[in-house]
């Protein structure tokens, strides 16, 4: 029987489930029957749309477990990260959203407050939820407000920092107050650190199934509520430590801990939820779940669980795209026959090793390549450490992770001049995922940082001769940000100008059009729209965009308007240091800078997105054409400095 099958027969339970209170009325029995049905369903669904299947399916029955036990949205339920909050969503009532998944109009694939009242906070961003935890627990305490305080923290995510500072700060302050550990030795790939190390100890110790099994009959045949419960569980937790593992993790910090126990038994995560809610205090419940869990090719996916695919093969679970070449294959390749030639350049990324091409300099050289988890503030100045140790680390992270680590960037390696090159895959609008993994801020964020250098290549070629140009920087800092999804196809320059490439030009020199990384094609065809207008224009790619090299003003100043288009914020954007360096450069040319507006733009396809920005060859033509022919009818001044951003 297929899975669609499955979903269409056995159903009636699922199908009945509009909230929480649904699944508090179902038997022991019915949940296991529902249990199964939600991974139908998650499987039929998601292998349509793509997304987060591998981290949804390991936590089917801890959701059931959480809403049985307590009452959201009164009692509030934080997930970290927030993309294991697919069957939260299920049993909200939000089922029938599910056919248009991270697509425009359909469900987001993180908690949303627009689409709930069960959804609190919008994270994407790993480790934070203890310290939101703390802040609704101190709040509640100080206000006379008994509602329970529940945080899904990934074993993952506890690599971050932000966790631990917030768990010393929640055992000081001593609030009811339930972390969940969801333990499944992964965040994206297997989980690193020390953490991780003493975790898989429990799961690894031959005696665990045994321990499970303990915890079971424990929990069943205990009649005992509150305190008493907890005692017994406390015993048992004992018994588990003394036995298989010897030092207390969490206790060690003054905070109680129940566990382990099987995340995928609905009773036994009840039981300890309800003895954990009972205590009064902040209690740790270490749950041990299996990523991809019922759905034999996610756990049978050694490199991820099929943690985030696109739309695939139910059956098989292989993606249903055909392959096509990637930014991030594209950078991988490089890096490694870049590490061919220099012993010295090194690899660092936070959890991340597939996802951003890590992983294939891992593969040939393992000892060179540092998955520090999710940590990016410390992969930063562990970079800078590595550069003050003779070598040149490459840090390859999410664009938007990278914000998390501005300080140390500045400060740690910017201000010693350290060669640290950050390559960030998916910069610019990514789409599916939402407005906190769109790749904007970088250019702007990162763009006030004194000495540090950022490209941003077009294409594969380019790409291949920035790394390398980035990777030679040994004077400070460089960034090479590239987009999600296909390379696009090479684009030659018909001649360089020092740094900058001329992608077009005309007899003409109506308008410089500063296309900056992959919206070179999209200005090379504004650039054919605007000349059907009578018009000449010169397309150029100025390859590094921070500093502004001093020959795009140079170029700048030959126009009679300057435009730019680039895939970040605007505020602070290329387009607006641009007309900057124009102004100190006493060039007195109008400049126009399209680019995306800060702002919390909604999830869709990348086309989606940048259509309703204007950011299309259509729309960013038009716009040219109106500005060119109004200077026309009204000549600027030239007492007056032109040289000014505008949209």
Known sequence: MSVEEGTANHGRLLGAVRGPQDVKRMTAEQLDILGAEIRDFLIAKVSRTGGHIGPNLGVVELTLAMHRVFDSPRDRL??????????????????????????????????????????????????????????????????????????????????????????????????????VVNDN?????????????????????????????????????????????????????????????????????????????????????????????????????????????????????????????????????????????KWTHVFANELVTIADERPDVVGITAAMAEPTGIATLARKYPERVYDVGIAEQHAATSAAGLAMGGLHPVVAVYATFLNRAFDQVLLDVAMHKLPVTFVLDRAGITGPDGPSHYGIWDMSVFGVVPGLRIAAPRDSATLREELREAIAVDDGPTILRFPTGTVAADLPAVRRVGPVDVLAESARTDVLLVAVGSFAGLGMEVASRVAEQGYGVTVVDPRWVRPIPAELVELAAGHRLVVTVEDGVRVGGVGSALAQAMRDADVRVPVRDLGVPAGWHPHGTRAQILADLGLTAQDVARDVTGWISGLDAAPVDPATDGATAQN
């Not at 749950?287 to 139910?314: I, M, N, Q, S, W």
Request: aromatic share 6%; glycine share 12%; with cysteine.
């Open 78 to 179: 934080l997930f970290d990260t927030g993309h294991q909050a697919y069957v939260h969503k299920i049993l909200t009532g939000r089922q029938e959203g599910f056919d248009k998944l991270r697509q425009r109009g359909g469900l987001s694939g993180y908690p949303s407050q627009a689409e709930s009242e069960h959804d609190l906070i919008e994270n994407s961003h790993a480790s934070t939820a203890l310290s939101y935890a703390d802040g609704l627990a101190k709040a509640y305490a100080l206000r006379g407000e008994k509602r329970s305080v529940v945080a899904v923290v990934g074993d993952g995510a506890l690599t971050g920092g932000m966790c631990w500072e917030a768990l010393n700060n929640i055992a000081t302050a001593g609030n009811p107050l339930i972390i």
């Open 185 to 325: 030795g992964r965040s994206y790939s297997p989980t690193i650190g020390g953490l991780a190390d003493h975790l898989s100890s429990l799961r690894l110790n031959p005696g665990y199934e045994k321990v499970l099994d303990t915890v079971k009959d424990a929990l069943g045949n205990t009649p005992f509520v509150g305190k008493p419960m907890y005692e017994v569980l406390h015993a048992v937790k004992k018994g588990i430590k003394d036995a298989v593992a010897p030092q207390a993790m969490f206790e060690d910090l003054g905070i109680k801990y129940v566990g382990p126990v099987d995340g995928h038994d609905v009773p036994a995560v009840e039981a300890a939820l309800r003895a954990a809610k009972n205590f009064g205090g902040p209690v740790i419940v270490h749950a041990v779940t299996r990523k991809g869990y019922g759905y034999r090719p996610a756990e049978d996916d050694e490199a991820d669980c099929l943690h985030g695919p696109g739309a695939f093969d139910v059956e098989t679970g292989q993606l249903v795209a055909a392959p096509s070449v």
